[in-house]
């Protein structure tokens, strides 16, 4: 019996990175686990990969795209009909676009603010909605970051969106408790994923670093824990966050980010 055997999962961002490494984290745990991401053919893969170990009981993907509430509810509908209700909702699909801060658009800031702010909100609604059906409460995590507690001049937008993370973790844990709902989340720091390998190129392109990986040793220079995170760095606290174990605990965010911010 693992820490959340029986519980029915999903996770968005779920194809690569971080989100991949939670959910299969849940799926080693005892958890049934719906892969769910905006690129459908990467999600296919990463959903088949894990039904050979766990079987079809266990694993199921859906292509979401976490702006769009009619996606939103067709994933929560297909995770029920495969698993028979929804447990934990994890919103964790995000997007990250850097730009020097005289040079933010409205474009910039909408395609950040519309997946990171706005997609957290629908997902946390549409996941409580089914929750408060079933009558049996459930929790809702939401991925923020550093970039949650402090600002940053090249990601000004990302900034603005996971301080929304929590702001929207503290009002849906106020309004959810009611139903037996809580919502957390965790806040990690610096992660060697895809995303920070985009995040390194973009940053070079705008003229805030001059050479490959020089962003990720600047700010590692800051970790008390000498390195930056791998995914399997941030599961242990995820999984928990999904457990029984953290009934008690809602409103509240977690820094996983080896002491880099200490607020």
Known sequence: MGRVSGRSCIVTGAAQGIGRAIAEAL??????????????????????????????????????????????????DHTVASFGRLDVKFNNAGVNRPMNFMDVTEDNWNFIMGVNGLGCMIGMQEAARQMIAQGTGGKIINTASIASRQGYDNV???????????????????????HNITVTGFAPGVVATEMWEQVDQDLMDIGAAERP???????????????VAKPQDITGTTTFLASPESDYMTGQIVMIDGGMTLV
């Open 213 to 227: 990986g020089q962003a990720m040793e600047e700010f590692a220079s800051e970790i008390l824990r000498g390195r």
């Open 27 to 76: 799926l080693e745990e005892g958890a049934s686990v719906c892969f769910a991401d905006i690129n459908g053919d990467k999600i296919a893969k990463v959903a088949d990969a894990n039904l050979k170990t766990y079987g079809d009981s266990k694993v199921t993907h859906a292509q979401v795209d976490v702006t769009d509430r009619a996606t939103v509810r067709a994933m929560i």
């Open 156 to 178: 000004a937008p990302y900034c603005a969106s996971k301080f929304a993370v929590v702001a929207l973790t503290q009002s849906g844990a106020r309004d959810l408790a009611k």
